[in-house]
């Protein structure tokens, strides 16, 4: 399978999602990705366990197409073979505090005495230049301290997206940046350090919100799935379940006028453009239900596919796994884990290039699994890496 990547050495010191998730998009793009975990397993590994030796649902899928390598780069052995790593490598990359960085010795301006093209992707909660910077983080706080929770859920009940967008956007975004400063380096044969944190991600997906907050000031509160500037667009009750609609412009309001037999409302005042239609967003929504009520999801769908309305069902995570186009279309790559029956699921490569696909080419790794290859290529013996065990370095 052919990479983009292929050739680029990248060791991966990141944590949870924002980090490894970047260093998993690089290796589906055909990076060599050395993830280093702690002697006994890093404590993301061990998270929501599915597998056999305590390996994690969130670890299975951050960590495909990657190395293991056990070390504690605390000890001056461990340093010792960071150092040696870190020579190999174009990429290094870490989510962790600004101070436990430096304790391991791979701080930007340490990295780059030891190779100076260095290229050093670090992730963090708040970002640099703020009286935030040196604070922790997970995904949550971005989301909650960005507008977004707010205006999620009801005045009562602020809510988060169940997904945790703000680290998978950070670890995209982490991505692209890291690919430029690659890009850039090709061209100059420098290298430079690239930060993403959560609060710049997610203040960024909810940009529009806050210019608009900004520049007008209508102090929106929140109304759980119902948009608040187009309609309808929510999440609506059919006969045997739910779907989503969402409804934007002229076009798409008078074929849904037509479909749910609500035509007097095209020359309603209070539907006349998106933004009014939003403001009585409610009304909207009751129409809608009132006619799904009749109808069940699948009928619901066909009827507004068939007018071209965008439109579609609410999965459970069973239903999402079951769909026949995602699994026609190859969304899903059945990945095989030492002591589990069934393959699991991997979400495969989210974006597809045609002359350089990536994708997954090899399962997540056991727990250390390569740390005698990688080691050994890096000169160290056989006897050698029987000490560093004894000792606990690896």
Known sequence: MTGVLNGVRVVDFCRYIAGPFCTALLADLGADVIRIERVDGSEDRYTAPIAPDGSGAGFMQ????????????????????????????????ANLPPATLLRMGIDYDTLRTIKPDIIFTTMNAFGAGGPYADRVG?????????GSVYLGGTPEQPVKSFAPYADYGTASLACAGTLAALLHRNQTGQGQKVEASLARTALAFNNPMLLEQAAIKPNRIGTLNRAQTIAPADIFKAKDGWFISQVIGPVLFARWCKLVGAEEWLDD???????????????VTQRMNAWSAQRTVDEVVSLMEAARIPCGPVLSPQQALDDPHFQSAGMFAPTQYPGMEEPLPLADIPVRLSATPGGIRQRPPTLGEHTSAVLGALGYSVAELAELREKRVI
């Open 62 to 93: 951050m960590n495909r197409n990657k190395k293991s390598v056990t070390l504690n780069p605390m000890k001056p052995e461990g340093q010792a073979i960071v150092r040696k790593l870190v020579a190999t490598a174009d990429i290094v990359a």
């Open 138 to 146: 997970f995904d949550g706080i971005g989301q909650a301290m960005s």
């Open 269 to 283: 005042p209070r539907f006349a453009n998106d933004l009014a239609r939003g403001e009585n967003g409610e009304l």
